[in-house]
């Protein structure tokens, strides 16, 4: 199972909106509306952010939102903070009931 | 919610074994399941596999198959993961996660084992 190919990088200024891709395959993401995204912030453990494509867990920001299109699911992070800047990661579910990660994303706030 | 507590740090030779322990609390261990996670340095988070405490059954993912075994015991409300004929690329920080089903997010984390590995 190869992992979900998100982009190393993505930088916005505070206020801004910026969006963080997750491209899967037939046999996660696009079969399965089980897709998470955690955040991890250095040293830290990673936090549940997203989960089952767009559900917010309590007590997580609805700055954050996300979406899924075929093979492909979305992070929104809006009006972004200096806290958001961290490491994200996106999982999916898989036809052969394992979890596979997205090699993740680094977010900078300019 | 549950919370995990993991073992502490270990310092391993290569091509020995590690153990690493996650205690759980707080929610229903049973009907829960239990992933594992790992993190080389400055690289992204891998996962390895799940257990189920309620029968044992476990999945993992190809690459972990051969020398990862994930078990549990239920008196101590407890998780495992080992790794065999430890190599240095698995000189990593190993999480285990919970869930409340096979397929959905990890809405409890344990704090991290960092295991190295060297000659």
């Known amino acids: 199972q190869s992992a979900l190919t998100q982009p190393a990088s993505v930088s916005g200024s505070p206020g801004q909106s910026i969006t963080i891709s997750c491209i899967g395959t037939t046999s996660d993401v696009g079969r399965y509306d089980f897709v998470s995204w955690y955040q991890q912030h250095p040293g830290k453990a990673p936090k549940v952010m997203i989960y089952d494509v767009s559900s917010r867990p309590s007590g997580v920001s609805n700055r954050f939102s996300g979406s899924k299109s075929g093979n492909t699911a979305s992070l929104t992070i809006s009006g972004l903070q200096a806290e958001d800047e961290a490491d994200y990661y996106c999982t999916s579910y898989t036809s052969i009931n394992t979890q596979v990660f997205g090699g993740g994303t680094k977010v900078t706030v300019l | 919610q549950m919370q995990l507590e993991q073992s502490g740090a270990e310092v391993k030779k290569t091509g020995s074994s590690v153990k690493v322990s996650c205690k759980a609390s707080g929610d229903t261990f049973t009907y829960r399941y239990v992933h594992w996670v790992r993190q080389a340095p400055g690289r992204p988070l891998e996962w390895m596999g799940w257990i189920t405490p309620f029968n044992g059954d476990t999945n993992y993912a190809q690459k972990f198959r051969d020398r990862v075994t994930i078990t549990r015991d239920m008196s101590r409300v407890m998780a495992y993961m080992e790794v065999t004929s430890l190599r240095s690329e698995d000189t990593a920080m190993y999480y285990c996660?919970?869930?409340?089903?096979?397929?959905?997010?990890?809405?409890?984390w344990g704090q991290g084992t960092l295991v190295t590995v060297s000659s």
């Open positions: 996660a919970s869930g409340s089903e096979v397929w959905g997010h990890f809405d409890s």
